[in-house]
């Protein structure tokens, strides 16, 4: 049974940071890209950042680009995203997503293969 647990959203101020992690098990980690998609009350899931099996390739949408960083520990089953200055427009749910992949590029949520379960990230002017 594969299961993707996301930790670390909360509530900060704006330019603050956190740190998202999602614990990956019932897979074989290593074979999947991965992705942080958010989803905004009242809005559409949106793709955040994606990164292929081998960590060096990563792809990030544009408005967080320079602010967020996706990364991935291989050996600790674990995906990441570091997210900096942080904006009341970043406030959301943020899910990580499995697609049996190598590259970073999947942006639609329908090319996923497996999804947590969110952690709320509420960011305050």
């Known amino acids: 049974q594969v299961q993707l647990v996301e930790s670390g959203g909360g509530l900060v101020q704006a330019g603050d940071s956190l740190r998202l992690s999602c614990a990956a098990s019932?897979?074989?980690?290593?074979?999947?890209?991965m992705g942080w998609f958010r989803q905004a009350p009242g809005k559409e899931r949106e793709f955040v950042a994606g990164i292929g099996t081998s960590a060096e390739n990563t792809y990030h949408r544009y408005s967080v680009e320079g602010r967020f960083t996706i990364s991935r520990d291989n050996a600790k089953n674990t995906l990441y995203l570091q997210m900096n200055s942080l904006k009341p427009e970043d406030t959301a749910d943020y899910y990580c997503?499995?697609?049996?992949?190598?590259?970073?590029?999947?942006?639609?949520?329908?090319?996923?293969?497996?999804w947590g379960q969110g952690t709320q990230v509420t960011v305050s002017s």
């Open positions: 997503a499995a697609v049996r992949a190598l590259g970073p590029g999947y942006v639609n949520s329908y090319d996923y293969d497996y």
């Open positions: 019932g897979l074989t980690f290593s074979s999947y890209a």
